[in-house]
T-cell receptor, first 113, second 114 residues
Framework: GDSVTQMEGPVTLSEEAFLTINCTYT??????LFWYVQYPGEGLQLLLK?????DKGSNKGFEATYRKETTSFHLEKGSVQVSDSAVYFC????????????FGAGTRLFVKA | DTAVSQTPKYLVTQMGNDKSIKCEQN?????MYWYKQDSKKFLKIMFS???????INETVPNRFSPKSPDKAHLNLHINSLELGDSAVYFC?????????????FGPGTRLTVL
């Protein structure tokens, strides 16, 4: 079945450091890929998404490119801020997997001032 | 106006009790979901309704029963609560069931079973 694997956390960075959170997936169809972010005490919210191969999703300085050849959707940001401290979830949605969205285990990011 | 709202935000109860969590969305979406998030932040789908019809029913104990009185509401009733039911429960909604649809999450209900 479909699955999402993302790097284990926590990831601890200093402010203005470069961020990469790795995400790889397995899917039988042609999935859409998402990054959701969960700030402390809140629900998840969409950060960015890509619906077909080679698409790049971007938002708030974060970027991720849908790489079909490597089945990856790595999240990057050039310069993190303390306010980026949160849990980041990679997810996929694939019609052949039913109507479900499959979430990765989440990666907690701490950014120090 | 809050897009997806849940009540209550916190729920503390004894083992064996029955409790309900309510969810409402004002986005005009057709599809709603219930997720369970455990203490390690792992998120698991429980149920989904599309236009009041059940479309996802994952392997959850039959003590959990969802009810969708209309498209804007999806409630979760839990009978005979157990310690292992302690978690944060999230309601979410999406426009439909297309693979590219974004899900909008509520703020969560933290359930603690003593």
């Amino acid at each position: 079945g479909d699955s999402v694997t993302q790097m284990e956390g926590p990831v601890t960075l200093s402010e203005e450091a470069f961020l990469t959170i790795n995400c790889t997936y397995t899917a039988t169809g042609y999935p859409s890929l998402f990054w959701y972010v969960q700030y402390p005490g809140e629900g998840l919210q969409l950060l960015l998404k890509a619906t077909k191969a080679d698409d790049k999703g971007s938002n708030k300085g974060f970027e991720a490119t849908y790489r079909k050849e490597t089945t990856s959707f790595h999240l990057e940001k050039g310069s993190v801020q303390v306010s980026d401290s949160a849990v980041y979830f990679c997810a996929l949605s694939d019609r052949t997997g039913g109507f479900k969205t499959i979430f990765g285990a989440g990666t907690r990011l701490f950014v120090k001032a | 106006d809050t897009a997806v709202s849940q009540t209550p935000k916190y729920l503390v109860t004894q083992m064996g009790n029955d409790k309900s969590i309510k969810c409402e969305q004002n986005l005009g979406h057709d599809t709603m979901y219930w997720y369970k998030q455990d203490s390690k932040k792992f998120l698991k789908i429980m149920f989904s309704y599309n236009n009041k019809e059940l479309i996802i029913n994952e392997t959850v104990p039959n003590r959990f029963s969802p009810k969708s009185p209309d498209k804007a509401h999806l409630n979760l009733h839990i009978n005979s609560l157990e310690l292992g039911d302690s978690a944060v429960y999230f309601c979410a909604s999406s426009q439909g069931t297309s693979v590219g649809d974004t899900q909008y999450f509520g703020p969560g209900t933290r359930l603690t079973v003593l």
